[in-house]
């Protein structure tokens, strides 16, 4: 079975939200298999010879945050042709480069899918909508933001989306809790994840207790 273009190693603890230990080990070996979703979903086939490891990044700071992050975690578990292998914990974040607004709550999601990166993308979207997000201006407040960090090691540069997501190795709210679940993740054209902590250690980050 092929393995993950990502480099990654699965986290030591066990994965957040029921997910099994089994399917931790597919962020090494193959993350490809036909049991359930960890939410408890139905059942998803992946097409193993042409699956990919994708790693998206949620947020949020309107309307109660930590439910929307929950439900929104349940919501990624049900994309199509996609399965969620492992959710990091949650984690509590002050705003970057913004004033004035609530404190975030993150996550990092790690997602096996057969779609292609602006399928994800389009997915992603139909997922922020539903939860209410408005693009009124940049950085304004959001129900919902879901981010894709990482495909397979693509670099992705069109007008629609750029991965690796461009800021990614700049923002505590992003290292900390994908190094959590992928401690070995390589970011191309930046080495590894790891490597980026010392930039962010200023940045106010407080991991929540399940």
């Known amino acids: ?5 990502n480099d990654v190693q699965p986290a030591a603890q066990p994965p957040r ?6 399917d931790a080990e597919r962020l090494t070996d193959s993350p490809c298999s036909d049991s359930g979703s960890p939410h408890g979903g139905r059942q998803k086939s992946i097409v193993s010879d042409v699956s990919h490891l994708a790693f998206v990044a949620l947020g949020a700071n309107l309307a109660d945050p930590l439910a929307q992050l929950r439900a929104a975690a349940a919501a990624l578990a049900e994309l199509p042709e996609s399965r969620l292998l492992q959710l990091s914990s949650l984690y509590r974040t ?5 004033r ?14 057969v779609l292609d990166p602006q399928q994800l993308l389009d997915a992603l979207f139909v997922v922020e909508r539903r939860f209410g997000r408005r ?20 670099v992705v540069d069109s007008p629609r989306l750029s991965v690796p997501h461009p800021r990614m190795h700049l923002r505590a709210f992003v290292l900390a809790p994908l190094l959590e679940i992928a401690p070995l ?10 490597a980026w ?3 962010v250690r200023g ?6 207790a399940e």
């Open 203 to 208: 940045q106010a980050i407080q991991r929540l």
């Open 1 to 5: 079975m092929p393995s993950p273009r």
């Open 185 to 194: 993740c390589r970011i191309p054209g930046r080495g590894t994840a790891a």
């Open 94 to 98: 002050a705003p970057v480069g913004i």
């Open 100 to 113: 004035g607004q609530p404190d975030f709550i993150n996550a990092v999601a790690a997602i096996e899918t």
């Open 17 to 22: 939200h029921g997910a099994s230990t089994e």
């Open 135 to 154: 693009r009124e201006f940049h950085h304004a407040p959001r129900t919902l933001d879901l981010d894709l960090l990482l495909y397979d090691q693509r």
């Open 197 to 199: 902590l010392p930039a």
